[in-house]
């Protein structure tokens, strides 16, 4: 026998007797209920999403231990985000996102959190926004918006979710770009500003489709302009901001992600939970519904994409002055 051969049945008897060397690790199950946290309010487009996910979940017995949605909408986002860091079982936590997963942060740096210490589950779609107001302002287009909302200066009123979230970005936008002077309100959730436009308790709002479409659909709320690059197939005849001349469109990340701490082996259980989510019949319909775009993203791909995004919102709050 050659040394060669006596060394390699000495490595190959030691890795037996230990199992170091031959055991694969076990997969990850979850062993209890996974805390499914919302970032928002009831009723709006991430609560939905949530829950929705829950559905397929439990109905194609994806899962050995059920999904529990909780909504933390304080802080735009921020109680949800310290509620996640602070995990006392990060593998079993996740959470359903919106942006103020990159503003919030922005916005309160005393809160440290680190967006890339978020265990990159999937993005699982992007969302749309359009500018709403109700059917009988009489307004019909872009330029009468802009005409009557301008003549109105403070007094009109544009409700959205959370303050200098998505929904107030793209209302300084407007503000900032078209000389208007609108104030703009908050609230915990798209559901709820959609309701106070249809109860015309607002002059308006940037809601997501899926937040506004059943109104839509009683004919109370009237969509003016797209903030996307194309139009979207739901709504044929309303066009974009930038078919109306202006340079910008803004989307909004529906994202799942992992509390900080969260194992390689959770990370891979729940990435491979929601792709088989996003690949469900039900899911897809819902995102044809909803006007939702984007492909599924995960790992690396989708922390190249928060850096990306980050670093877009940080340009974005300075230019509006809510971050210096």
């Known amino acids: 026998m050659t040394f060669t051969k ?3 049945i000495g490595l190959a008897g030691a890795a037996a007797m230990t199992g170091l060397m031959v055991t694969p ?28 996910m829950q559905a397929i979940v439990e109905k194609e017995d994806l899962s050995s231990r059920p999904l529990v949605p909780t909504n ?8 949800a985000l310290i509620a ?3 995990a006392a079982d990060p593998d079993h936590t996740i959470m359903v996102t919106l942006n103020s997963f990159f503003t919030t942060p922005l916005r309160q740096p005393g809160l440290e959190i680190d967006n890339m210490a978020f265990a990159p589950v999937g993005r699982m779609a992007e969302d749309t926004f359009l500018l709403w107001v109700h059917k009988d302002s009489g307004i019909t287009t872009f330029e009468g918006f802009l005409e009557t909302a301008k003549a109105d200066g403070n007094a009109w009123v544009m409700g959205g979710t959370g303050k200098n979230s998505e929904d107030n970005i793209i209302t300084d936008f407007l503000n900032g770009n078209y000389g208007l002077d609108m104030k703009y309100i908050p609230y915990k959730g798209g559901g709820a500003v959609a309701k106070q436009v249809a109860g015309k308790q607002l002059n308006s709002s940037v809601n997501n489709p899926s937040e506004a479409l ?7 709320m009237v969509p003016l302009v797209a903030f996307t690059d194309e139009r979207l197939p739901m709504f044929p005849d309303v066009p974009t901001l930038k078919e109306k001349g202006g340079d910008f469109s803004y989307f909004m990340q529906r994202a799942v992600v992992g509390a900080p701490g969260m194992s390689d082996e959770a990370l891979a259980y729940y990435t491979d ?17 909803k006007s939702l775009m984007g492909d599924f993203m995960s790992g690396q791909e989708l922390k190249d994409y928060w850096e990306v995004q980050i670093a877009r919102h940080d340009d974005i709050l300075r230019a509006s002055g809510a971050i210096k």
């Open 25 to 52: 690790a076990a997969a990850f199950e979850p062993t209890k209920p996974i805390d499914f946290i919302i970032m928002a309010g009831k009723g709006g487009g991430a609560d939905k999403m949530a829950r929705l």
């Open 6 to 8: 006596r060394a390699f």
């Open 214 to 220: 059943g109104f839509y659909e009683s004919g109370d």
């Open 84 to 86: 996640a860091k602070g």
């Open 72 to 79: 933390k909408s304080g802080g735009s986002g921020a109680e």
């Open 273 to 289: 939970l929601f792709t088989k989510v996003y690949n469900s019949a039900d899911w897809q319909e819902y995102k044809t519904k």
